[in-house]
């Protein structure tokens, strides 16, 4: 007699179902060089330590050039398709996202990660010089 | 040599000490008293005449709590940078209003904001919780005590080791002072917003434990009605100014990016928008007793949840906001609370809750045809799986990680892509459901009375298509653009957008001509229709502002003359003499496609930042925003770029290497060898490099030089060319290389240019999805006497719904 619930519960598994599938076959995986280097797919996050020296920035094209040294110590050439985030030269580590393309890792996003801005600065500076 | 770094600092005065003493003792007190209002409501079953103690308790642990804020604040307006949390997010060159705002820019401070907020809803519900007061007020202030004890550790009233000597301590001159890119007006208001409604969250999940506890599930969804309808108005209008202040300040043109931070906000509000609806349904028809007391407790279990995940560090790989880690202990509590509410949570309802729906709620009245519960359950369980789907994605980091690996993440386009499955049919329903009543009605009933604004939706939806194609309105939009659709598909952009375009025209059309139909008879009850308008204008502002974006990006040097879109970009000057300046400007002369002017004012100051390697200096850009009535055009300017390269490049002699850029000319460089001039180790002697420089111009040579100086090397700054100067960095004498470094010789200012159309239905959305929140909330609000539903819904032809049998209130026992 009481459709109305059952009918409910259906429709939500369903539901889920689908999104979780979605979700599990779409997520976008957090790779290594390696890793990126065997397997195709345009939504690679490739984390590693950003190599200060290679940055190269060419902003009239909009591209900007630089390497990065993941877990594995693997260091490979990441080019960025946009502009370069203004805190790129604090950060320490970097996610890019994209995929491979001639041999190095094509990106279109950045995830900067800075190390925090106060929390590690040495002896403090208490008076103005 | 080491210079003592306390000389010359002044000692703190005494009531700076003693007033960071007594937020901290407040602190302490308030879980104190939190406690000890929970020891005497629960004593006080046997014994009445607790009951006035156990309420002073709670209210002076609130007060409490913000006085505790009231002590920070103080400290913060007086400079007293010998606290580690002032001197980390102030200084004195902070203006007064970001000083009182920088009270909640940090971890610490947010707690205490929260506590404050929650303890403020507190105070508020307190009076009118009738029967449900004992143990309402055990949950409310066993909530507000574990925020306590966090905050106990997660302390902002910390002293610094380093300005504490011998008992004394000294206050710095000065503090690190607030992050530059939050020093903007929303920051004064968005947070204290958003806090306001996190912390009215507590008083639906107070509630729905108190309805458990007490045995008494039915006479709450009336108290708790109108503290919904200010939680999820309070919460949404939060939400949107969050959004406001990303389009306004982060210069990427958007208002909504998924992020953790954001989600950990949005999925209250969704359960809290369905507990919205379920509790009209148990006032009118008696019925989803068990669902509304699930659908109470979600929002505020979902943001405990929420909170943990973000502060925890678990999502610290996939958000673009970076949390200073908690303190352990503090981190302990949160996790232990998380783990405590929520199993007690669901243990409450599964062992009494469910028992409870099944003897209170009325018996189904089974009617074959839509109505008005059918539309509401169908609603709500949208809301609610939407809710659960965002929440599954933010944790899909998570997940994913225990599973084994590195995890990996939900990015904007997926949520998207799922998400629409759900946006629509909720919409639909928000557009069929005024004109649906509880009595049901068959499918040629209702076709007949939405036909109309079917009718006009669908003449709308041409029309705004039109208006569009207007070069004026102008969406220059190609046919044959397409976007991502689910399966990899391929959708393309023009018929998606009329699709939504029109589900939002038509739950727009729907919602105000229910709104002027009704207006005849009355004038409050209204508000929920005004809200379901709001949220049809804001999404529509939000749709139409992204899907026919259109985006260019140039680099302009001074003097030049760009065209970005159908726009004619011209760089004029700065508006301040002194980069330092917060209120420096860049102007820009734009000219329009139909010759309209406006001059773009993009910010752009240096500040000085602490480095491991000493002050630097940094750039702080703003984007600026051309508001019109048609559409906004976003101009986001980005720091000048002078270097030509990041990094020194190092030539061996005889090296060659051509530099191209668009827009400039090519230039090719060649090192020969190394120079010298002058007598060698003497002032006056300059070391340089004999480089030969071909352009479109022709072929000259060029000499950059290191110049002996007192104190040390001076480089010469060389032309090459007409766009480029070299600076001559270090010379290796062994194998004779140099270390080059070219600039530009104007500043290049890369800028991107948005045309986002119908921006303005943002605002206009959020002001009125607020407005119709908070009309509902009017019109609810809890009297002694009930109000009679029936009267304020619809025209008699159905009749009162009868009244629920067990609604007399329980006596407290």
Redesign the interface.
């Known amino acids: ?2 459709k ?1 619930p059952l009918v ?1 519960a259906v ?2 598994g369903l ?2 179902i ?3 599938g ?2 599990a076959s ?7 060089v390696a890793q990126a280097k065997s397997s195709g797919g345009d ?1 690679l ?1 490739l ?1 590693g330590e950003l190599l ?11 591209t900007l050039t630089f390497r990065i040294r993941d877990e594995e110590g693997q260091v490979i050439t990441v080019v960025h398709k946009g ?2 985030p ?1 805190n790129l ?2 950060a320490d580590r970097v ?1 890019a ?1 994209g995929g491979m393309k001639d041999g190095s890792f094509a990106s279109r996003q950045l ?1 900067v ?2 190390p ?4 590690e ?8 010089t | 040599m080491n210079v003592d770094p306390l000389h010359g600092l002044p000692v703190a005065a005494p009531w700076s000490l003693w007033a960071g003493q007594v937020g901290n003792g407040l602190i302490w007190g308030s879980i104190g008293l939190f406690l000890l209002s929970i020891l005497f409501w629960a004593l006080q079953k046997n014994r009445p005449a607790l009951a006035k103690p156990a309420s002073l308790a709670f209210t002076l642990g609130s007060v409490a709590l913000l006085g505790s804020m009231a002590c920070l604040g103080a400290l913060f307006v007086n400079d007293q940078f010998q606290y580690q949390y002032i001197w980390s997010h102030s200084d004195t060159k902070t203006p007064l209003k970001y000083k009182i705002a920088a009270i909640w820019t940090a971890q610490e401070g947010s707690f205490l904001l929260w506590a404050c907020s929650a303890a403020i809803f507190g105070l508020l519900t307190m009076r009118g919780t009738g029967a449900y007061r004992r143990w309402y007020t055990i949950t409310y202030a066993g909530f507000l005590a574990s925020v306590g004890a966090i905050l106990a550790y997660e302390t902002p009233f910390q002293i610094m080791k380093e300005v504490t000597r011998a008992g004394k301590v000294f206050v710095p001159q000065f503090g690190t002072g607030m992050v530059p890119s939050l020093q903007n007006y929303w920051v004064i208001i968005h947070p204290p917003t958003i806090f306001l409604g996190f912390g009215s969250l507590t008083v639906l999940f107070a509630y729905a434990v108190a309805a458990m506890m007490t045995k008494n599930p039915t006479d709450w969804v009336r108290q708790v009605r109108p503290w919904t309808l200010v939680a999820t108005a309070v919460l949404g209008l939060g939400l949107c100014m969050g959004g406001l202040w990303a389009y306004e300040t982060l210069g990427w043109g958007g208002f909504w990016a998924w992020d953790p931070v954001e989600n950990v906000s949005f999925v209250p509000w969704l359960f809290a928008a369905a507990l919205i609806h379920g509790v009209i349904v148990q006032v009118a028809r008696g019925r989803w007793v068990g669902t509304n007391l699930l659908l109470a407790g979600l929002p505020f279990l979902s943001f405990v949840y929420g909170t943990f995940l973000t502060r925890s560090g678990l999502l610290d790989q996939v958000s673009v906001h970076s949390f200073a880690s908690m303190d352990k202990s503090a981190l302990t509590i949160l996790k232990g609370f998380l783990i405590l509410v929520t199993g007690g949570f669901f243990a409450l309802y599964f062992w009494r809750g469910r028992k409870l729906s099944r003897e209170f709620a009325t018996a189904p009245v089974t009617e074959a045809g839509v109505n008005r519960e059918g539309l509401y359950r169908f609603g709500i369980l949208m809301l609610s799986l939407l809710a659960f789907v965002i929440a599954v994605g933010m944790s899909w980091p998570v997940i994913t990680a225990l599973r084994g690996g590195k995890g990996a993440r939900i990015e904007e386009w997926l949520y998207h892509q799922v998400v629409v499955w759900f946006f629509i049919p909720t919409m639909l329903v928000m557009a069929v459901a005024p004109f649906v009543s509880w009595r049901a009605m068959g499918r040629r009933e209702l076709i007949a009375r939405v036909i109309n604004v079917f009718s006009v939706s669908i003449g709308l939806t041409g029309f705004s298509l039109i208006a569009l194609k207007n070069p004026v309105w102008g969406v220059h939009t190609k046919l044959g653009e397409t976007i991502a659709g689910p399966f990899g598909s391929k959708l393309p952009l023009v018929p998606w957008m009329v699709v939504l375009i029109f589900v939002c025209l038509f739950v727009a059309v729907a919602n105000v001509w229910r709104v002027v139909e009704m207006s005849r008879r009355t004038r409050m009850s209204s508000g929920g229709f005004v809200s379901h308008f709001g949220l049809a204008v804001l999404l529509g502002g939000l749709i139409l502002s992204r899907g026919f974006e259109q985006k260019e990006q140039a680099g302009i040097q001074p003097g030049d003359t760009v065209k970005m879109l159908d726009y004619t970009v011209t760089y004029r000057d700065m508006s301040k003499p002194e980069l330092s300046n917060r209120d420096n400007k860049v102007l820009f002369d734009i000219v329009g496609p139909e010759g309209e002017k406006f001059t773009a004012r993009p910010g752009l100051y240096y500040y000085d930042q602490q480095t491991k390697d000493g002050v630097e200096s940094k750039p702080q850009v703003w984007p600026h925003v051309e508001r019109q009535l048609s559409h906004d055009i976003y101009f986001n300017m980005r720091p000048p770029v002078i270097e030509v390269w990041e990094t020194p490049q190092r030539f061996k002699p005889g090296e060659t290497r051509t530099i191209k850029t668009e827009g400039l000319e090519d230039i090719t460089i060649t090192y020969a060898e190394p120079t010298m001039s002058g007598q060698f180790g003497s002032p006056g002697a300059k070391f340089g490099a004999k480089l030969f420089i071909k352009d479109e111009h022709g072929q000259h040579e060029a000499n950059p030089y290191l110049e002996i100086v007192e104190g040390g090397l001076r480089p010469s700054l060389t032309e090459l060319g007409h766009d480029f100067l070299a600076v001559l960095g270090r010379m290796d004498a062994a194998d004779r290389s140099i270390d080059l470094k070219l600039m530009f010789k104007k500043p290049i200012y890369p800028v991107d240019l948005y045309y986002k159309p119908m921006t303005g239905l943002v605002w206009v959305g959020t002001g009125i999805l607020t407005l119709g929140g908070l009309m509902s909330a009017f019109a609810r609000r809890f009297r002694r006497q009930p109000l009679l539903e029936g009267g304020l819904e619809e025209e008699p032809i159905e009749p009162e719904p009868k009244k629920v049998p067990h609604d007399a209130p329980v006596p407290a026992t």
Not at chain 1, 121 to 127: R, T
């Open positions: 007699m009481k109305g409910t429709i939500a539901a889920m689908a999104v979780i979605a979700f779409n997520a976008s995986p957090y790779v290594t939504h996050h984390a200060k020296d290679s940055i190269q920035n060419d902003f009239k094209k909009r502009d370069m203004p030269a604090d996610v996202v995830i990660k800075c925090s801005k106060y929390e600065q040495g002896p403090k500076k208490l008076a103005r």
